[in-house]
């Protein structure tokens, strides 16, 4: 695990980028990262490699992705060109584990005060879990 950690720091941001675009469409699509292998034509262990950004995508790649994402291949690249951008921020906060389900599960609940009450739930774990823990 150690290994991977390293790796991943050393990634291109551009790898990382088009990595966390891949994973979010593919969530986005209700895709499995063997569903999307097997359309791709490699292993879901490759699928995993691209989406953290630890293995380039080469163009070919690229290009059955996208195909089988049904997205042109400059949605997984991104207008940035490799350059941070709010677009690669929320695709990165979205690529975390349980985050779509929370946003589209946020979208269903009334407008006012439910989402209020949510969004201050989830504040105040996420101040308590910033806290280090009493001894």
């Known amino acids: 695990m150690a290994a991977a950690r390293r790796i991943e720091a050393a990634a291109d941001p551009v790898d990382v980028a088009v990595g966390a675009r891949i994973r979010l469409l593919r969530k986005m699509r209700g895709l499995s990262q063997q569903a999307l292998a097997e359309t791709a034509g490699v292993t879901f262990q490759q699928i995993q490699k691209y989406e953290r950004g630890a293995n380039r995508v080469s163009a070919s790649m690229l290009a ?72």
Request: net charge negative; proline share 7%.
């Open 64 to 135: 059955r992705i996208a195909g089988a994402l049904e997205a042109p291949v400059s949605e997984l690249f991104g207008e940035a060109g490799g350059r941070a951008s709010a677009i690669d921020d929320v695709a990165a906060l979205l690529a975390q584990p349980g985050a779509l389900e929370l946003l589209r599960a946020y979208a269903k609940l009334p407008r006012g005060a439910p989402r209020a009450a949510l969004v201050e739930f989830v504040r105040t774990l996420g101040r308590a879990a910033a806290e280090p823990e009493a001894e």
